[in-house]
């Protein structure tokens, strides 16, 4: 290829882009309120992850929370068919992949994307918080997404609540053991996530949150520091 054409290729790649994004702005922008849900494709229906992740989304859609999940199948579906039997509004934001992504069926609003950069985008942009199940290497990446976003203040803070004590308390512990003995962050970066294994306690802890974080007149207050990590939900 020579090395007109492949410029004129990758300019033509910037508006493909671009499109994305367009469209999943004019699509999103009247969401309202709504939590996005992680976890993983490979989730089975029998699974405790599957099962929590129905009723923690089935919670929120009936306290006026849209869910936003990655349209796929396993806990993504299971997030999906919550916001359905909620009442709510079921947002899939799926992935075009080599191998091809099947979309779940309860999808009230879906959106494909090429990149996966601009669908992380939707999923922190119009979110009011993040549940984050049992996963692989997407969902680390976006509970670490998250965590660096509000640390470095790139975005406002909102609650990131982490659920399966016995699946992620192997990283927590690195994390403290490791992490913060090293000095690579601090003992306070670990009060920006919340953990639970209770869909009631993790539906409370956000409705919580945001009641405590707006002032009468819709002003948000500064937060304070969350629980440290040793005593969440205890």
């Known amino acids: 290829m020579k090395a007109d054409e492949f410029g004129a290729g990758e300019t033509w ?3 493909r882009i671009m499109s994305e994004f367009v469209e999943g702005f004019e699509t999103l ?8 849900i992680f976890g993983s494709a490979r989730t089975r229906k029998d ?3 599957y099962k929590a992740t129905l009723q923690v989304a089935t919670m929120l859609a009936r306290r006026g929370f849209a869910i936003i999940s ?5 806990v993504m579906e299971a997030a999906n068919k919550g916001a359905k039997m909620g009442k709510g509004v079921s947002v899939g934001l799926n992935i075009k992949l080599p191998v091809e992504q099947k979309p779940n069926r309860y999808q009230d609003v879906s959106l494909a994307f090429r990149h996966f950069f601009a669908r992380k985008v939707m999923f922190v942009k119009y979110a ?4 984050i199940m049992p996963g692989g290497f997407g969902t680390l990446d976006e509970f670490f997404e998250s965590l660096t976003l509000i640390q470095t203040g790139k975005i406002r803070r909102f609650p990131v609540v982490l659920m399966g004590r016995k699946y992620w308390e192997g990283l927590l512990r690195w994390m403290e053991n490791t992490l913060i003995e090293e000095g690579t962050i601090s003992s306070v970066d670990l009060n920006m996530f919340y953990l639970t294994d209770s869909p009631e306690d993790a539906v409370e802890y956000i409705i919580k949150y945001h009641r405590d974080s707006i002032r009468p007149t819709g002003e ?7 629980p440290t990590l040793g005593g969440q939900n205890e």
């Open 29 to 36: 922008k009247d969401l309202g309120p709504a939590i996005s």
């Open 70 to 74: 990655g349209g796929g199948p396993g």
């Open 128 to 131: 009011s918080g993040y549940i």
């Open 47 to 49: 699974a405790w992850s």
């Open 220 to 226: 948000r207050r500064k937060r304070s520091p969350l």
């Open 13 to 15: 790649r910037v508006f």
